[in-house]
């Protein structure tokens, strides 16, 4: 049973939209009607998704989706009655997983809850991959330097000075961007 939170951005009753998410299956853990409590109130209720109803998403709107998409991330369904493509592209650079234009029929809010949900996994396997590639190309980067050090220090060749580090991260059982912060630190130590 997903866990939702409902936030009415509105000034009109979402109790259809209420009813339709108990229909689905769902459990409505809370409904809140200001932008500033979705990242809190994600974070306390462990809501497994956001509805937002309104309007036209507002920018107070857009950035609490943000600090949610950063601390708490889930996937997040938009239902809004604008339909400006600006407005569109804002809500999903903000973290929606779902942009829905007008009501969600009872009929297709499970598959519009689906999407989301799959958007949203997609999403965060992407990230996921980013950061490991970001990360492999920092370790890169620090190994790169600590290689150059031992050149310059001991006049090896990269070749050496590579076969030197992975020596010494074999025989300590470490891994070899580790042998390259020590050689770092050291070399700051007594510079």
């Known amino acids: 049973m997903l866990r939702v939170l409902l936030v009415n951005d509105t000034n009109k ?3 259809s939209l209420r009813t339709a998410l108990v229909q689905a299956g769902c459990d409505v853990v809370e409904e809140v009607s200001s932008a500033l409590m979705i990242p809190k109130r994600v974070a306390e209720l462990k809501a497994d998704i956001v509805i ?5 998403p507002s920018r107070d709107v857009l950035e609490q989706i943000c600090v949610m998409t950063q601390d708490a991330p889930r996937p997040i369904v938009m239902v809004s009655e604008d339909t400006q493509p600006a407005a569109i592209k804002a809500a999903i650079k903000a973290g929606v997983s779902a942009y829905v234009v007008e009501d969600i029929d009872a009929g297709r809010l499970s598959a519009v809850l689906e999407v989301a949900q799959a958007r949203f996994e997609q999403d965060q396997a992407l990230m996921s991959q980013i950061r490991q590639a970001e990360s492999k190309l920092n370790e890169r980067k620090i190994v790169e330097r600590a290689k150059g050090l031992l050149m310059q220090l001991r006049s090896m060749t990269e070749s050496e000075a590579y076969h030197a580090m992975r020596k010494m991260a074999m025989d300590r059982n470490i891994r ?4 390259a912060h020590k050689l770092l630190a050291m070399n700051e130590l007594l510079a």
């Open 52 to 56: 937002i109803d309104t309007e036209s």
């Open 176 to 179: 070899i961007i580790d042998v």
């Open 13 to 15: 009753q979402v109790g």
